[in-house]
């Protein structure tokens, strides 16, 4: 038969548990005095170095930014550290490995903006747009009705129709994909639509929105 003791409980090398739990709490408690020494970069418990090569003896372990000859110290400002540490009735050896520690991170560069998919104003051709409801596609173009010259916005039907939606629902600019604040960026209404062997297209109205038809990153207006 054998038992386990808790987490808590459990023994470090050599020691009990008793002693390992006084270890602890020394270190919780008292170990931040030592790290008000500008030399010190942290205060631990670990098994003692001597050589290059740990041992098995349980060491109350420091790591300092410079290990120097005590004559040295006043250099940087910092005291000797014991060579061992009381508490209650234990003693405690102490190792000192000269170890710095900085933040470690990359600094990964800012994906650029994609301008296609950002909002607009004035809204050109080339940018992302949709329907309220749907995903988001391209503003193929700004074209003009043939009796009166109103301007609209040319797109597919699965861009600013869809499935389940009807004439004059919102449309947007970005598309909902792209940026899901449809309140912020209402563009117009769904006005026309066509599905068919004819073709895959609808419009929108621009009233929300100022325009300009000239092509993004082409810079040339269809005629």
């Known amino acids: 038969m054998s038992t386990s003791q808790p987490a ?16 602890r709490e020394f270190i919780r408690v008292r170990g931040q005095a030592y790290l008000k020494d500008p030399n010190v970069s942290s205060i631990g418990v670990g098994y003692k170095v001597v050589d290059g090569k740990t041992t098995d003896q349980i060491a ?3 790591t300092v930014h410079r290990k120097l000859p005590v004559d040295e110290l006043a250099l940087l400002d910092t ?19 000269e170890v710095s520690y900085v933040p470690s991170y990359v600094l990964v560069p800012e994906a650029a903006p994609n301008i296609r998919t950002r909002r607009h104003d004035p809204v050109v051709p080339g940018v992302s747009i949709s329907n309220e409801t ?20 040319l797109s597919n039907w699965h861009v600013l129709h869809g ?13 909902t994909f792209d940026d899901n604040r449809v309140g912020h960026n209402s563009l117009g209404e769904l006005v ?18 100022r325009f300009d038809p000239t092509i993004l990153e082409l810079d040339v207006v269809p005629e």
């Open 60 to 62: 109350v372990q420091f």
């Open 134 to 153: 749907t995903s988001a596609g391209t503003l193929g173009a700004i074209v003009y009705g043939r009796e009166d010259g109103t301007p609209y916005g």
């Open 163 to 175: 499935p389940g939606s009807q004439i004059g629902a919102r449309t947007v600019q970005p598309g």
């Open 79 to 97: 005291h000797a550290l014991p060579d061992s540490i009381e508490v209650e009735q234990l003693t405690v050896p102490t190792d000192v490995l």
């Open 8 to 23: 808590g409980e459990r023994k470090l090398g050599n020691l009990s548990a008793k002693d390992t739990r006084t270890l």
């Open 192 to 209: 026309r639509s066509h599905l068919g062997p004819a073709g895959d297209c609808a419009i929108t109205s621009l009233t929300d929105r």
